[in-house]
């Protein structure tokens, strides 16, 4: 079974929509919890960090962590065609360096 | 501020073959990571260095893959015979700090290899 587990789509939605994405994760020492957004032939950017259980927003951006469901998610409001891309989520321990990645959500966001 | 840069872009050599990749993290940036993005897949963290020291290369094939940082600057990640499967992405990425903050990495563009 994979540490992180995340659904790679791929996503489609009109502009405007609201998109949500998800994870589920097995390990309990996870304690960071972060979302990257991947352009075509980029690198990953780091979107929202978020230490623990709880919600963190910026923007059009909203970060939500589960920890007694082991479920993270990130909301995206009004959702714009510059935001399609591949959102990865990525985890850490708070002892370790290490980041676990799921596999990423493709989406795309049409005008 | 001048982003990681990683060289070259791409790359297409024959199973067998051995290739090289290099990569300038950010200045000033102790921690440097080696990532592996097979497609379809998210990054895996091959080797991290702390300035000049190996931190964590637990999932690095040793008997092919091998990288150096030599004067805790620049860094080379080596393939050494090449197989099919490591077709994929090979991402550098830096970080002033590593614990806690490991979330705050900077990626390069990467460098894609094909090997045919």
């Known amino acids: 079974q994979k540490e992180v587990e995340q659904d790679p789509g791929p996503l489609s939605v009109p502009e405007g929509a609201i998109v949500s994405l998800n994870c589920t994760y097995s390990?309990?020492?996870?304690?960071?919890f972060m979302w990257y957004r991947q352009y075509s032939r980029k690198g990953p950017e780091l979107l929202m960090y978020t230490y623990s259980s709880g919600n963190k927003e910026d923007g059009r951006f909203t970060a939500q962590v589960d920890k007694s469901s082991k479920y993270i998610s990130l909301f995206i409001r009004d959702s714009q065609p510059s935001d399609s891309a591949t959102y990865l989520c990525?985890?850490?321990?708070?002892?370790?360096?290490?980041?676990?990645f799921g596999e990423g959500t493709q989406l795309t966001v049409n005008p | 501020e001048a982003g990681v840069a990683q060289s070259p872009r791409y790359k297409i050599i024959e199973k067998r073959q051995s290739v090289a990749f290099w990569c300038n993290p950010i200045s000033g940036h102790a921690t440097l990571y080696w990532y592996q993005q097979i497609l379809g897949q998210g990054p895996k963290l091959l080797i991290q260095f702390q300035n000049n020291g190996v931190v964590d290369d637990s999932q690095l094939p040793k008997d092919r893959f091998s990288a150096e940082r030599l004067k805790g600057v620049d860094s080379t990640l080596k393939i050494q015979p090449a197989k099919l499967e490591d077709s994929a992405v090979y991402l550098c990425?830096?970080?002033?700090?590593?614990?806690?903050?490991?979330?705050?990495?900077?990626f390069g563009p990467g460098t894609r290899l094909t090997v045919t």
């Open positions: 990525a985890m850490q321990e708070t002892s370790g360096s290490r980041l676990t």
């Open positions: 390990n309990s020492a996870f304690q960071y």
């Open positions: 990425a830096s970080s002033l700090r590593s614990i806690p903050r490991a979330y705050e990495q900077y």
